[in-house]
């Protein structure tokens, strides 16, 4: 019987990029999707304590309900502090999917790029890459650069204007300078390979990194 692997989003947009990448890739699992969209609101008003409960609902119900092995949180915007609780009482694995990512981008330089979508992910993206410089002993340098107009037109359909605002922020933030840049949330994964060529320089994005990092709990538990 194929380990489950439950699949927690906050937005639709991580949905079908998240299952496709890693049926494609891990076959070996099967997969379940939980999805609360209003997580996000929740999340843009600074209401962890709300997010918490209803991601800590959707956890419950992937372990009771559908035997998750472990669970993916693809929401970049969930806090540190809040991802601690939701670890302690869940009773099984969480990965949240950017913490590997994090990792490979202060092993590949000092001065680190962030480009995020949601305002919140950026505050939560800066505190996983200091704890990541933390635990290998390095100080980063990191460059913020928000793209809020690329989100409003991924929910609301229109893909092209979305891939146009980013790769135009991936631009501006390639002129700064930095070592490498980070594609903070899940849904813009699908153009790292075309943001590396016009940045010139590593792009990291979640897919990879975190299937990855999947396997390496599961083989372990």
Known sequence: MKPTIALIHAS????????VYY?????EYELVNLLDDGVMRVLGAEDQSAARRRLGAMLRTAR????AALAVLTCSAVTRETLAALREAAGYPILKIDEPMARRAVDAGSRIGVLATFP???ATMRHLLEDAAQECGKNVEILEELAADA???LLSGDVARHDACLLASVERLAAR???AIVLAQVSMARLAGEAARRAGRPV????ETSLAEVRRILAAS
């Open 23 to 27: 049926s494609q890739q891990a076959p």
């Open 177 to 179: 300078s930095p070592d």
């Open 120 to 122: 919140p992910t950026l």
């Open 151 to 153: 989100l409003k037109a």
């Open 64 to 67: 009771e309900e559908y035997s």
């Open 12 to 19: 639709r947009a991580a949905v079908d990029l998240v299952t």
């Open 204 to 207: 990291f994005s979640s897919l």
